[in-house]
């Protein structure tokens, strides 16, 4: 095995597969392109990883600040510097010795501002469009206004108020017609183009020539007589004659403007007088393939899937080979070219059919990079893939993925809930309970944030899904007799009560193991939650939908429409769970916030040792290449805010107090408004852990107040109690902000924070740096977020995407290079404010793994027990072996006498090793003689606080 970047070789193509050792996630933006990031690559080289792992790379929305909402996958973004600037990246990056991962974005679009080629084409063209089977929309949903029209909820007030205000206007320039809506313009259907021409040909003065009259009329009878848009006879060869045939009518009409100024004037009459009046331009406005609405109002009529809930992201078929084609071309030549050399995939469970996408993915690419690669044979697979998919506690991966493993958010939530002590669940609760008021569980929770969510936020989709599942009983006598509201109800409770985030059956057929257990564990509990209603539904609706969801069909006719509708329920319950759990129940339960991370389950409190270690030793078997991640682009805290956060789990009587303490004046600064206290307690409870969690360990607040109100304005927004982003509520939310400031400037409060910050803080750095090293060693492929090898103390995006001051991360890793070893380490402990300690234990250990690529890369895990203070593990490859020594709830154990646990503090506690020898630690350059395979804790750590054995 090797992480050595592939060489060209013939044609460009690389003679190896490349599996990268380590990865460094970069955000990519205009402020910060391919030529900003080619700058840091030596120093990223001398860090010691493998991979420099980029975010979106491709033609989004332009200003885009983060790059997933791409516009065309065929194109490498221009605001980074295209292509060219790529393969200057690139070129760079292998002179260095490093591979490059870029994240793709398979499961939809950017269709904001006009900016998506492929959309507005749609928009223009409807059904015809060369474009139309690129997205999924529904173009015969029930409501028959709007069969063959694509729903656009753009509007900021009805439909009716927008029009009769003119705040939509046609216009024309260079033989384009649009419908302009302040800064957004919207193309018109060729077909009325046809009825703007009649309305310029009545504005033609007399004196206008014969042939100048002949070539208006004939452009306009040409325009009306294109076949509508809705005819289902058109073939794709129609569909591009129809495009070209457009290209040439526009071509003449421009020829006509510029010749014949008469026309021009005639024009701008037609338009003057169709925007003077509101009813002939609705009429125009009604012949469009897509229909405006008020965007607050469309969300329950939307007939095009989405990304999620935003409108401005439009969900692709990429089950359609030629989508699936188009949208890695450029991706495929990248990687014959060398210029990339793995994927990481995001939202990988929005798609159809995300394993016979996996196996498509891999076929392309072995024909890109000239491997021979037989998808039935199986094998090594041809390219490095990571798939972003969130696991359920006792849910695994599928084996049949043609994957590498995930992008690492399981990892994230094992590691993080070591740092948290179970033992005092109770107590926190308690707390908690006493503060907010809340009784709920976070299992209550999320049952509510997901009906809220299909109700609210993505009630279009579960209307679609509904009518398909109506169109389905129609054709069983047994079923054909249910409402489509019983069905509504229905669908609703089953995916509120769905255990996991999808199930993964397949066209062909087949489907994961177990797929079906969860099916119906989700219709039981839906059962059972209807009897808690007091029964309002048949449970045979139930019934019927489970037979539907498990393909058990009456009949081979009905076969194939029971799969179709079960895999599209699957797209819809993972959107579902991410946004009732993610963007809303994490915000509405904040017992303990480090637990509230992308891919944990706030119910579960900590995660005991042994759990670690078996889920690490069954990545090693199965997944040795996923990646492992502390921090990321889509992560609710950065991975040292959530370590310090874990610190109150220790503490839940100074945390009480403090708690205690300040609910009297909170309650002097909140405000009392028509739904309830302005903050609300749970809004309180959450600022003063994210306080805690984030406050600077270098003491300086400047921005703090500012970071946190804006924190807060998002978090409350998710939780949709008081305020929402679809609602927002001004008042509530002035009040939170004045809140929050003046909180934070309440000089009491602020020497109460500092001072429980200074209680907390060495803690909450040992547990930083223990995940720190703890990732750096584990089976996979450790990401670091840019900056983490540092301080990570951001919140929640764009929090979490502030720039990153790299000189001087430059000038602190040229010290360690030039000073590393024990007494260095001793004074960065010291000053460990700073973040240069973590900084030398995130380049010791990487440099460890550039010196042993075996070791980290293929080495078997082995479990150390040395008690329920130490997370302890050895990886071992032939002679190989290397010892990871990590410290928890160090807070517990040194009883708050020293801030850090050294030397004696340990007692009598034996590390058991695997083998002995002379082993040094690579953190601080220390030596020690093994015999017997024992060595006391208090002598490994005595100098340091944490230690990488590795046998010399």
Excluded: C
């Amino acid at each position: 095995m090797t992480s050595t970047v592939p060489q060209a070789g013939a044609k460009g193509r690389p003679t190896s597969a490349h599996l990268p050792s380590s990865t460094y996630r970069l955000q990519l933006n205009r402020d910060f392109d391919f030529a900003d990031a080619r700058k840091i690559l030596p120093y990223l080289a001398r860090l010691g990883v493998s991979d420099v792992y980029l975010s979106p790379i491709w033609a989004s929305t332009p200003g885009s600040p983060h790059g997933y909402d791409v516009t065309d996958h065929s194109v490498v973004n221009p605001e980074l510097g295209g292509l060219e600037g790529l393969k200057k990246f690139s070129a760079r990056a292998r002179e260095l010795g490093l591979g490059i991962v870029v994240d793709f974005v398979p499961n939809h679009m950017g269709i904001q501002g006009g900016h998506n080629p492929y959309w507005e084409d749609v928009l223009m063209h409807g059904q015809a469009s060369r474009y139309a089977h690129f997205f999924d929309i529904s173009w015969q949903p029930l409501k028959r206004a709007l069969e063959g029209k694509v729903l656009l909820p753009v509007l900021g007030d009805q439909y009716g108020r927008v029009l009769e205000n003119g705040e939509l206007r046609l216009e024309h320039a260079g033989g384009q017609f649009r419908l302009r809506y302040w800064e957004r313009t919207l193309p018109l259907s060729p077909r009325s183009i046809g009825l703007v021409l009649e309305a310029v040909r009545a504005h033609l003065p007399a004196a206008a020539s014969e042939g100048v009259q002949a070539e208006l009329a004939s452009l306009s009878r040409s325009m009306a007589s294109l076949p509508r848009s809705t005819s289902e006879a058109l073939t794709d060869g129609d569909r591009m004659e129809r495009a070209q045939e457009l290209q040439v009518m526009t071509r003449r009409l421009r020829t006509l403007l510029d010749t014949s100024a008469g026309v021009q004037a005639a024009l701008d009459a037609a338009l003057e007088a169709l925007n003077a009046d509101p009813a002939q331009l609705d009429l125009l406005i009604t012949e469009q393939n897509y229909r405006l609405a008020f965007w607050k109002v469309a969300a329950e009529e939307i007939n095009y899937r989405r990304f999620f809930d935003i409108n401005d992201l439009a969900a692709l078929r990429m089950e359609d080979p030629r989508v699936f084609a188009w949208a890695h071309t450029t991706l495929f030549e990248l990687l014959r070219d060398g210029i990339i050399h793995g994927v990481r995939l995001d939202h990988t469970d929005g798609l159809y059919d995300p394993a016979g996408y996996f196996r498509a993915l891999q076929t392309g690419a072995a024909g890109a990079l000239g491997v021979d690669w037989d998808p039935e044979a199986g094998g090594p697979l041809p390219l490095y893939v990571v798939a972003e998919k969130i696991l359920e506690p006792g849910e695994y991966l599928p084996n049949g993925w043609a994957v590498y493993g995930t992008t690492g958010y399981d990892f994230l939530a094992e590691l993080n809930g070591v740092f948290v002590d179970a033992s005092n669940q109770e107590e926190i609760s308690a707390v908690y309970r006493r503060f907010t008021g809340d009784r709920l569980s976070y299992g209550d929770h999320l049952y509510r944030g997901k009906q809220l969510i299909q109700r609210v936020s993505l009630p279009g989709e579960v209307n679609v899904l509904t009518e398909s599942l109506e169109r389905l009983g129609e054709l069983d006598l047994r079923s054909r007799d249910f409402t489509l509201s019983a069905l509504r109800h229905a669908v609703r409770e089953v995916i509120a009560t769905f255990p996991v985030y999808r199930t993964y059956l397949r066209a062909n057929g087949d489907r994961e193991p177990g797929d079906n257990a969860k099916i119906a564990r989700a219709v039981r509990d839906a059962k059972i939650q209807n009897r808690r209603e007091g029964g309002p539904l048949d449970p045979s609706v139930f019934d019927y939908l489970e037979s539907v969801l498990t393909v058990n069909a009456p009949s081979e006719a009905t076969r194939d429409a029971y799969a179709d509708f079960a895999l599209s329920f699957q797209q819809l319950t993972g959107p579902v769970t991410a946004k009732g759990a993610e963007d809303t129940a994490f915000y509405r339960y904040a017992r303990l916030l480090s637990l509230n991370e992308v891919g944990g389950d706030p119910a579960h409190f900590g995660t005991r040792l042994k759990d670690f270690h078996q889920a690490a030793g069954e990545r090693a078997r199965r997944w040795p290449h996923a990646m492992l991640s502390g921090s990321t682009h889509d992560t609710k805290r950065g991975e040292d805010t959530r370590a310090r956060i874990s610190v109150i789990s220790e503490l839940p009587q100074a945390w009480g107090a403090f708690v205690r303490r300040w609910a009297a004046p909170i309650l002097k600064l909140s405000q009392e408004q028509e739904l309830g206290l302005a903050p609300s307690p749970l809004d309180a409870y959450v600022l003063l852990q994210t306080a805690l969690g984030a406050y600077p360990l270098d003491g300086n607040l400047n921005g703090f107040a500012d970071r946190l109100s804006a924190y807060m304005l998002k978090a409350s927004r998710e939780a949709k109690l008081r305020t929402s982003w679809a609602a927002p509520d001004e008042e509530y939310e002035a009040a939170l902000d004045s809140f929050v400031r003046g909180l934070m400037a309440d000089s009491g409060f602020a020497a109460a924070l500092r001072d429980l910050h200074v209680l907390v803080s060495p803690y909450g750095a040992q547990n930083g740096l223990s995940a720190t090293l703890a990732r750096l060693t584990a089976p996979g492929v450790p990401d670091t977020y840019q900056g983490s090898e540092g301080w990570n103390q951001s919140l929640v995006d764009p929090d979490n995407r502030r720039p990153v001051d790299y000189p001087a991360l430059t000038r602190r890793l040229t010290r360690l290079e030039k000073t590393a070893g024990l007494p260095h380490a001793r004074r960065l402990l010291d000053r460990y404010e700073d973040g240069g300690v973590k900084t030398l234990v995130t380049w010791a250990a990487l440099q460890a793994r550039v010196a042993h690529p075996e070791l980290f890369g293929a080495g078997t895990y082995r479990p150390i027990d040395a008690g329920r203070h130490l997370l302890a593990f050895a990886r071992e490859h032939g002679d190989e072996l290397a010892v990871t020594v990590a410290p928890r709830l160090t807070l517990t154990l040194t009883r708050q006498a020293v801030p850090w646990a050294l030397g004696g503090t340990w007692g009598t506690r034996q590390l058991t090793l695997p083998g002995s020898g002379t082993f040094e630690n690579v953190l601080t350059g220390e030596r020690f003689q093994v015999r017997g395979g024992r060595i006391p804790v208090a002598k490994v750590l005595e100098e340091f606080p944490l230690a990488l054995l590795i046998r010399r």
